[in-house]
C-alpha cells in the first residue's frame, strides 16, 4: 500500500502537491472568467466585445511567459492573450500579477486614486522596465501604443471589469503551470476561431471540461467574451460546490474616456445605435431575428450577478490581502479571510443609500462654495482635466505615485495614492480637490462603473478627512497626516 503511494509521489506534479500539503492544510484557490468592458476602440467601436482573460489566485508569473505557484505574499495573476504583444518574441499570452494587472502597481498601498494616460503610461513603462527588460527591447516595442502588452498593465484604469469566480484544487492548477510552460508559446492569434475568448474558454475547460463554450446564434459562430462568462457562470451555478461568486473593479475616474458595457453579436444590433441605420438599409429582415435571438436566449447582466453573488477583493477595503467572500458559506481558501458584512447590500449598497450620499456630497459643496474652497459647484466637473493638464506624475523608488502641478509660477506637489495623499509635503487643497472629484465621479456612474459601497466609504472618510485638513492652520497640518482607517466591517475607526 504505501510503495503506490510513495511512487505516486515520485512523479513530480505529485511531489509538488505533497510539499503544498506539508507546507500547511489543504488549500483551495480559484480561478475566474474576466470579463473587461469594451473601450470603444478599433474593432471594439463595432462589435462592444469587450475583452475576457483568466485570473487565478494560487498561480502567479515566474516570468511573463513562466507560471509557478504564488509564494505566501503575493495575490495571484491574470493571463491574456491579444492580437499582438509586441514583444521581441511573437507570444500567444502573457501573465502578470494581479494588482499589477488591475491598478499597475505592485503594492495596492500605491494604487492611484485617479487615471490618466500621462499616470498609465508611466505606471507602463515602469513595469516594462522591472518584468519586461529581456523581452521588449525594439523600438516599437517600447514606445508604441500599438503593443499590447500594455493592456495588461492597470486595466482598471482603462475599464471596469468583472471575475466570475469558482474554487480549484492543488493538483488542477498544478496541471495548468505544467501544460502552459511545456508548450510553446507562439501567437496565432485569429479574430474568428482563436481569439482572446477562445483563449480563456479553453483555459476554464481544462480545469472543469464543458463549462465554457461559444454561442453560435448570438455571435455568428465565433466566441465572444461574454458567452464565455454568460456560459461558465450558468455552469458554476448549476455546481454549488464550486462556491461561484463574482468581484467587481470599477474603471477608475480620470481623463480616460469610460468604458461600456461587453455585449454580445446580437446584443450590440439590438443596443447599438450607430449599426441600427446600416442594419435598416442592408439586412431589414435579418435585424428581426437577430433582435429575437437576443431576447429569447442572449440576455447575461453581469452587474445583476454581482449583487446577486458578491464577493470582495480585500485590497478594495483596505486590506492587502486576495479575495474576501462575502456570503454566508464557510471559507475554506487560505487566503480567503471572511469580513463581517451582514447582507450583499453591505458591499453594493442600497439605493436609499446612493441617494444620501449623493444628498450629503451637494451639502459638501455648498459648504465648500460658502467657505471659498471652491467659485463654484460646477468646478468639481474639471478637476481632473486640470490636474491632467497641469501636472507631471512621477513614482519613487518605493513606487509611491505623486504628481507635481504647476500653477503660474507655483509648483505643488501632491501624493496620487492613499497612502501619501495626506502626506506632509502632499499639498492639501490639491489632495480635497482630487478626492473631491473622485467622489463626483462614483456618485454620477451608473452601477457598471461605480466601485462597491465598502470602498466608497472609504473613500468618503477620506474626503471628510481632506475637508477638516484643508480647513487646518498650516501650523497644525503637519499633525493631521493620519487618515481615518475602515474597520472589516465597514465602519470607520
Known amino acids: 500500500m504505501i510503495k503506490p503511494i510513495l511512487a505516486a509521489f515520485a512523479h513530480p506534479i505529485g511531489l509538488a502537491i505533497l510539499i503544498v500539503c506539508l507546507a500547511g492544510p489543504p488549500v483551495h484557490a480559484d480561478v475566474g472568467v474576466i470579463l473587461n468592458e469594451s473601450l470603444d476602440t478599433s474593432v471594439e467601436w463595432i462589435t462592444g466585445s469587450g475583452h475576457t482573460a483568466v485570473y487565478f ?35 500567444e499570452w502573457n501573465v502578470a500579477p494581479l494588482n499589477m494587472y488591475v491598478y499597475g502597481v505592485q503594492d495596492t498601498r500605491y494604487r492611484p486614486i485617479f487615471g490618466s494616460p ?21 523600438e516599437s516595442c517600447m514606445k ?33 503551470i505544467a501544460k502552459f510552460n511545456a508548450l510553446p508559446n507562439e501567437n496565432h492569434f485569429n479574430g474568428v476561431t482563436r481569439n482572446c475568448a477562445d483563449f480563456t474558454k479553453n483555459i476554464v475547460d481544462t480545469y472543469f471540461p464543458h463549462s465554457a463554450h461559444r454561442d453560435v446564434i448570438n455571435d455568428f459562430g465565433m466566441t465572444s467574451p461574454k458567452a464565455v462568462a454568460r456560459s461558465f457562470t450558468h455552469y458554476a451555478q448549476s455546481h454549488p460546490e464550486s462556491h461561484f461568486r463574482v468581484l467587481h473593479f470599477s474603471q477608475l475616474p480620470g481623463t480616460i474616456k469610460q468604458s461600456t458595457e ?4 446580437t446584443e450590440q444590433l439590438y443596443h447599438s445605435k450607430k449599426l441600427l441605420i446600416p442594419m435598416v438599409i442592408f439586412a431589414s429582415r435579418e435585424l428581426p431575428v437577430a433582435a429575437a435571438a437576443y431576447v429569447f436566449t442572449g440576455r447575461f447582466n453581469p452587474e445583476h450577478e454581482f449583487e446577486a453573488h458578491p464577493a470582495l477583493e480585500a485590497t478594495q477595503n483596505g486590506n492587502p490581502l486576495v479575495v474576501v467572500k462575502v456570503e454566508n458559506e464557510s471559507v475554506s481558501a487560505e487566503k480567503l479571510q471572511p469580513v463581517e458584512i451582514r447582507e450583499a447590500a453591505d458591499v453594493v ?41 497641469a ?45 473631491l472629484a473622485r467622489i463626483h465621479h462614483v456618485l454620477e456612474s451608473p452601477k457598471h462603473s461605480r466601485e462597491t459601497m465598502l470602498e466608497f466609504k472609504e473613500d468618503w472618510a477620506l474626503l471628510q478627512f481632506a475637508r477638516v485638513r484643508i480647513s487646518a492652520p498650516s501650523s497644525l497640518r503637519r499633525f493631521s497626516t493620519s487618515p481615518p482607517t475602515m474597520a472589516p466591517s465597514g465602519k470607520i475607526d
Open 57 to 91: 489566485s494560487r498561480i502567479c508569473p515566474d516570468s511573463p511567459v513562466k507560471l509557478r505557484l504564488c509564494r505566501p505574499d503575493e495575490q495571484g495573476s491574470v493571463m491574456s492573450n491579444y492580437i499582438n504583444l509586441g514583444e521581441d518574441t511573437r507570444y
Open 118 to 138: 500621462k499616470i498609465k503610461k508611466l505606471l507602463e513603462d515602469r513595469y516594462r522596465g522591472a518584468a519586461l527588460a529581456g523581452y521588449c527591447t525594439g
Open 144 to 176: 508604441s501604443d500599438k503593443s499590447e502588452w500594455r493592456e495588461m498593465v492597470g486595466a482598471g484604469l482603462s475599464r471596469s471589469m468583472y471575475f466570475f469566480v469558482v474554487e480549484t484544487s492543488v493538483a488542477q492548477d498544478l496541471d495548468i
Open 262 to 265: 461587453a455585449r454580445s453579436g
Open 349 to 389: 449598497g442600497t439605493p436609499e443609500e446612493w441617494r444620501k450620499y449623493r444628498r450629503d456630497f451637494v451639502a459638501l459643496l455648498d459648504q465648500a462654495v460658502r467657505d471659498e474652497i471652491l467659485p463654484n459647484r460646477g468646478y468639481v466637473n474639471h478637476i481632473f482635466k486640470r490636474l491632467d493638464a
Open 391 to 435: 501636472g507631471t506624475p512621477t513614482a519613487e523608488p518605493d513606487g509611491a505615485l505623486w504628481m507635481t502641478v504647476k500653477n503660474g509660477g507655483e509648483t505643488s506637489r501632491v501624493g496620487l495614492s492613499r497612502n501619501n495623499i495626506f502626506a506632509p509635503d502632499s499639498d492639501p487643497r490639491l489632495a480635497f480637490e482630487q478626492l
